[in-house]
C-alpha cells in the first residue's frame, strides 16, 4: 500500500473543506478572492490548469493552509503543532496486512481492522477494538508523527466514491478513535443506521448535524437534533491509504 500523491486540484478540495466553503460556489469564491474569472478557477478546481504562484499566496492565506504545501504538496499543511495533529491524514507512512507468522519489527505495532458488517452486527458494543476480527501492521512512527496513541487507533475500509476525490473506494483510513467530539470540517466515521461512513461533520443549532462528502455529486445531508442521535462517531480520520 501507498499514500495517495494528492495533486494540486485534490489539495485546494482540502485546504476549502478546512476553511468550509463548500465545493458547489467555490468557483465563485476563489474568483472573488483572486481577481480572477470563475471559468478560471473552475479550471483551477477540475485540475485543468494551476494558478499563477501569487494566486496561490492569496488562496493559502484565505483558506489558512501552507503556501508550499498547497503549491507543491511541500511540508505539513498547517504551521503550529496542534493543527498538524489535527490534518495529519496526509503523507503519513504505510501499513501492511497482518500475517500472524511473521513477527513484527521493533517499529511496528498491530492495529484492530474492522469492516462494515462487523460494525452492523455488533449491536450495542462500546469500542470497534472489541469487534475487529482482522489487523494491521503500522508503522509506529507514523503514530508519532500523527500525535495518536496506538491504545486508540482501529482502521476500517472506505466503500463507494462519495469522498472521491479524496479518499477512492477501497482507501483505508485510520482513526483516532479517542477523537470523538466533533469539530466542524474535520473528516469521521461514524455508524448510521448499521451503516458505516467516512464524512466531514459540521455541528447545527439545536444539537443538529451536517455530513458532508468530498465527491459534490454527493450533496449534504443536514441532520435535525433528533435524528442526529442515531449517528455514532467512531473516531477522527488522521491518516488514509489507498492500493495504486
Not at 468557483?27 to 483551477?44: D, H, M
Request: charged share 20%; with cysteine; hydrophobic share 35%.
Amino acid at each position: 500500500m501507498k499514500v495517495i500523491a494528492l495533486s494540486f486540484s485534490d489539495r485546494l478540495l482540502i485546504a476549502l473543506q478546512k476553511a468550509g466553503i463548500q465545493r458547489h460556489g467555490a468557483g465563485a469564491w476563489l474568483a472573488k478572492q483572486t481577481g480572477t474569472t470563475v471559468k478560471a478557477a473552475n479550471k483551477w478546481l477540475n485540475g485543468e490548469s494551476q494558478p499563477r504562484r501569487e494566486k496561490v499566496h492569496t488562496i493559502s492565506i484565505a483558506t489558512g493552509v501552507r503556501t508550499e504545501w498547497l503549491e507543491y504538496g511541500m511540508g505539513e499543511m498547517q504551521t503550529t503543532q496542534e493543527e498538524n495533529k489535527q490534518d495529519n491524514h496526509l503523507n503519513l507512512g504505510h501499513i501492511d496486512a497482518w500475517d500472524s507468522d511473521t513477527p513484527l519489527n521493533p517499529n511496528e505495532v498491530e492495529i484492530p481492522f474492522f469492516s462494515e458488517i462487523e460494525l452492523s452486527a455488533g449491536n450495542g458494543f462500546n469500542n470497534v477494538l472489541d469487534i475487529a476480527t482482522q489487523k494491521l501492521r503500522f508503522n509506529v512512527s507514523t503514530l508519532n508523527k500523527a500525535g495518536v496513541s496506538s491504545d486508540t487507533v482501529a482502521c476500517c475500509k472506505v466503500n463507494g466514491d462519495s469522498m472521491e476525490p479524496i479518499l477512492p473506494n477501497g482507501s483505508t483510513v485510520g482513526l483516532d478513535i479517542s477523537q470523538t467530539k466533533i469539530q466542524d470540517g474535520k473528516m469521521y466515521a461514524i455508524e448510521h443506521g448499521g451503516m458505516l461512513r467516512v464524512k466531514y461533520l459540521y455541528r447545527l443549532p439545536f444539537n443538529g448535524l451536517r455530513i458532508r462528502s468530498a465527491n459534490p455529486d454527493h450533496h449534504d445531508e443536514e441532520l435535525s437534533g433528533e435524528s442526529a442521535l442515531d449517528v455514532r462517531v467512531i473516531g477522527r480520520v488522521f491518516w488514509y491509504s489507498v492500493l495504486l
